[in-house]
Each structure stands twice: as structure tokens, then as C-alpha cells.
């Protein structure tokens, strides 16, 4: 089962597009239409991409503001962003009250 998700927030047409490529893309796909489905769907999940067109205050979060892309670029954006997240994740120890940034 794949570990990284990708959540498509308010964006049907880019979550068709990106569901066909699910396999090759290796991510699960999902798409999420409201904010209390997208609340409850984060809080289950560990390694996590949402992408939308609407800035929100959520974290993990890619901003699709532009009006033409390529679909490769955009695949390049997904994968830099799950990494950039992962690497963040993994570098923040948290021991009793204390954190440990393991990047400095």
C-alpha cells in the first residue's frame, strides 16, 4: 500500500486527471469536497499533500495558482513537496516537552 497521499481539496478536475495517474504516480489519491471531511481525513493520516486551489490554513499544503502547467511540472511540484514534508517530519524528535531538531 502506498504511504504518501495526495489530497485533491475542492478540485474535481485535477483530481480525475491525477486518479488515472494514481498507479504510475505511486500515491494514493484522494478528493475531498468539504472542510469537516478534510479535518477528519488529516487527522488519520501521517504523510500528506493537500492541493487545492484556495489557500487555507491547513498545513501540508500546495497552493495551485497557476493558470497553465504541464503535468509533469505539476508531478515535479507533488514529489518536492512530499519530500520537502517527509524530511521535516523526520528531522523533529520530540522527547517529553522538548524538541530536537536533528537539522541544525
Not at 14 to 24: A, G, H, P, S, V
Not at 46 to 66: A, E, M, R, V
Amino acid at each position: 500500500m502506498n504511504n504518501q497521499n495526495l489530497i485533491i481539496y475542492q478540485f474535481k478536475t485535477l483530481y480525475q486527471i491525477l486518479k488515472e495517474l494514481e498507479k504510475d504516480l505511486k500515491l494514493n489519491v484522494i478528493e475531498i469536497e468539504n472542510k469537516q471531511m478534510l479535518e477528519s481525513k488529516i487527522r488519520n493520516l501521517n504523510n500528506y499533500l493537500i492541493l487545492t486551489k484556495k489557500k487555507s490554513s491547513f498545513k501540508n499544503q500546495l497552493f495551485f495558482n497557476f493558470s497553465s502547467i504541464t503535468i509533469l511540472k505539476l508531478i515535479e511540484k507533488i514529489n518536492v513537496e512530499l519530500m520537502r514534508n517527509q524530511f521535516n517530519d523526520q528531522s523533529n524528535i520530540y522527547i517529553n516537552n522538548y524538541l530536537i531538531n536533528l537539522n541544525y
